[in-house]
């Protein structure tokens, strides 16, 4: 009975250090990050005499700039309003997935999965809503997200990072299978 208990306080203690360092492991992260977004903004507050100095002092410069960055807004909002397009459908099918299974109808493997994303995605536009509800505070999003990453809906992601991901997962699969096999 002795030994139980020495063993049941080991891994209470094993469970909170490995909570600790989890803790710690994200305060670091959130440190680094805020770290990195402070450097950022002073690097670019330094820079940004010279910069406008040449932009104004290079008019052709300067326009062949502004296409750019028109280009990538446009580029941005077009994303943007296909995620909110993509979202959109998605919790219309979710909600006849969801009034069926009401009905007593069961779901296919498929159909959980899509329910289950739509939902988390409709959960994850709570924290999204509010960058964009207060003011400047969408400034701070690209930070957000480099610290969450999984915070934007999945709707909102990019496909080409998205099969990035996957064919690594795919590549590290493959490894684990091949050193199983051995």
């Not at 139980?4 to 469970?15: A, L």
Request: aromatic share 8%; proline share 4%.
């Amino acid at each position: 009975s002795h030994s139980n208990s020495n063993s049941s306080s080991s891994n209470t203690s094993s469970s909170s250090s490995n909570t600790s360092s989890s803790t710690s492991s994200s305060l670091t992260k959130a440190s680094n990050a805020v770290s990195l977004a402070l450097q950022t903004i002073l690097t670019f507050i330094a820079k940004l005499p010279s910069v406008l100095l040449y932009y104004l002092t290079h008019p052709t410069s300067l326009r062949l700039k502004l296409i750019e960055l028109k280009a990538l807004a446009v580029k941005e909002a077009q994303h943007f309003w296909m995620g909110c397009k993509l979202l959109a459908a998605d919790v219309r099918t979710a909600r006849h997935i969801l009034g069926r299974t009401l009905r007593g109808s069961t779901l296919s493997r498929r159909e959980r999965k899509q329910l289950l994303r739509t939902a988390t995605d409709v959960f994850r536009l709570v924290p999204m809503s509010i960058f964009v509800l207060v003011p400047f505070m969408e400034f701070a999003l690209p930070f957000a997200l480099k610290l969450f990453p999984e915070m934007l809906p999945s709707t909102f992601r990019d496909g080409l990072k998205e099969e990035e991901k996957m064919k690594g997962e795919l590549q590290m699969r493959i490894s684990m299978a091949g050193f199983f096999q051995e």
